[in-house]
């Protein structure tokens, strides 16, 4: 099983080298490494040129938004599974993508969620994130999804639901979540693991002005998908946020 791991980047010189090192120190052997740079302008490009032994394609250019960076690298992708590891992100050992997708093939899976820890610039844990373990299809109602970037899907799963939709700036993988699940018709599994370290300050930790859009456009995209849809529920998900950060480290 070939998988096709995706890396966007733009403008992150300080951390794009740890990230192409992490993908290349897998202990998986069948990997298809893209990188998708975002027409960076602080020497990013020329760091990801420097490992192009360790990338299998690199791909300049500006974009729109990270979401349509990503659907470029899925498109250009060969790989009968996808994963994404965004610029700052690393795997938490060198057997997280093995040990996914073994448990894809396992267990006869389209696709699996995990779990992963948010570090600070020193390393230290900031939150632990462990909604895969009890996540269900009706949280989605709470704003509640699973952690992105610890998703292993089978291609031809994107391709069906027409990849991820560029409309959102900050909520595009929640979009997409709704997506996946409204269907309810494909085998999707918990592994009970960590295999991402993900480097704090992501797109959803924004000012207030962008929760309340965050919020708006969450609301909107399950109305879109014929879920139930209420902005009271997403309390719920603020709580979760409470609960990751204070209690569960």
Not at 30 to 47: A, F, H, P, R
Not at 92 to 121: G, M, T, Y
Not at 172 to 194: A, H, L, Q, S, V
């Amino acid at each position: 099983m070939i998988v096709s791991i995706i890396t966007v980047v733009k403008n992150d010189f300080h951390n794009i080298e740890k990230t192409i090192n992490s993908v290349f120190k897998q202990n998986y052997k069948k990997i298809e490494y893209i990188v998708i740079d975002g027409n960076s302008t602080d020497g990013t490009l020329e760091i990801i040129k420097k490992n192009k032994k360790k990338i299998s394609k690199i791909h300049s250019e500006k974009d729109d938004n990270l979401y349509q960076a990503l659907n470029k690298g899925i498109k250009m992708s060969k790989g009968d599974v996808v994963g994404i590891l965004h610029s700052g992100d690393i795997y938490a050992s060198k057997s997280s993508i093995k040990k996914s997708l073994e448990f894809i093939k396992k267990n006869r899976l389209d696709f699996v969620i995990s779990n992963l820890k948010i570090i600070d610039n020193t390393n230290m844990v900031y939150r632990y994130i462990t909604t895969s373990n009890f996540f269900r299809r009706g949280m989605l109602s709470m704003g509640i999804q699973p952690p992105h970037p610890t998703l292993f899907i089978k291609k031809k799963i994107i391709e069906e639901v027409k990849y991820y939709s560029t409309r959102y700036k900050i909520v595009g993988d929640f979009d997409f979540f709704c997506k996946i699940f409204k269907k309810n018709e494909y085998n999707w599994g918990k592994f009970f693991r960590t295999t991402i370290l993900q480097k704090r300050g992501g797109l959803s930790d924004g000012d207030i002005a962008s929760k309340i859009i965050m919020i708006n456009d969450m609301y909107k995209i399950l109305k879109k998908n014929d879920y139930y849809a209420s902005r009271l529920l997403f309390i719920f998900k603020f709580i979760l946020r409470i609960k990751e950060i204070f209690f569960n480290k």
